[in-house]
């Protein structure tokens, strides 16, 4: 944690964050850290408490087109590239925010027994006409109810975008 928010200041320093970056960046941090030691010692004897979702890794055929398409539709921030396999795709706030890995599926990858069927994207300040014009003139057919959407990605994985209010686990 130290050397974290060490390489946190400098990157603020240097200009690489501005100031609201780096406040939200820091009280994340001291949020997963306070619910990381508390969890630690509350987990049971037999397993571990889970208190995020640090990445999803994607394979598909061409991570060229997944990282296009979560930049351009998304507004994903390609945060590494390797510029032949693989491209990490930051979202969320600050640094410390979330990730999606576009990879290109490894030769002779056995095909899962199971899958994950969509992964739900929170957007901020939702506009159904808003949201709606922005995928259409991205070529996208939304469907869904208002405040919830679903559109495929350019291979055809299913991708649901909502407002925080439409898709609140505690309400």
Same mark, same amino acid.
């Given at each position: 944690?130290?050397?974290?928010?060490?390489?946190?200041?400098?990157?603020?320093?240097? !200009?690489?964050?501005?100031?609201?970056?780096?406040?939200?960046? #820091?009280?994340?941090?001291?949020?997963?850290?306070?619910?990381?030691?508390?969890?630690?010692?509350?987990? &049971?004897?037999?397993?571990?408490? #889970?208190?995020? =979702?640090?990445?999803?890794?994607?394979?598909?055929?061409? $991570?060229?087109?997944?990282?296009?398409?979560?930049?351009?539709?998304?507004?994903?921030?390609?945060?590494?590239?390797? !510029?032949? /396999?693989?491209?990490?795709? /930051?979202?969320?706030?600050?640094?410390? !925010?979330?990730?999606?890995?576009?990879?290109?599926?490894?030769? +002779?990858?056995?095909?899962?027994?199971? #899958?994950?069927?969509?992964?739900?994207?929170?957007?901020?300040?939702?506009?159904?006409?808003?949201?709606?014009?922005?995928?259409?003139?991205?070529?996208?057919?939304?469907?869904?109810?208002? +405040?919830?959407?679903?559109?495929?990605? &350019?291979?055809? $994985? /299913?991708?649901?975008?909502?407002? /925080?209010?439409?898709?609140?686990?505690? =309400?």
């Amino acid at each position: 944690m130290e050397r974290f928010i060490a390489n946190l200041v400098k990157d603020f320093e240097s !200009g690489k964050l501005n100031r609201r970056q780096f406040c939200e960046t #820091v009280a994340l941090a001291a949020t997963v850290y306070a619910a990381g030691e508390g969890a630690a010692n509350a987990a &049971p004897a037999q397993g571990f408490k #889970v208190i995020a =979702i640090n990445h999803i890794s994607y394979a598909c055929p061409d $991570y060229r087109k997944a990282r296009d398409f979560y930049t351009t539709v998304l507004g994903m921030k390609n945060a590494k590239d390797d !510029g032949k /396999s693989r491209a990490n795709l /930051s979202f969320g706030p600050g640094k410390g !925010g979330n990730y999606f890995i576009a990879r290109n599926a490894a030769a +002779g990858q056995p095909q899962a027994k199971s #899958v994950v069927d969509h992964v739900c994207y929170t957007i901020p300040n939702w506009n159904d006409a808003r949201v709606n014009a922005t995928l259409k003139a991205h070529g996208l057919n939304p469907t869904g109810r208002s +405040g919830s959407l679903n559109i495929l990605d &350019p291979f055809n $994985y /299913s991708v649901q975008l909502a407002s /925080s209010e439409a898709e609140n686990p505690f =309400i």
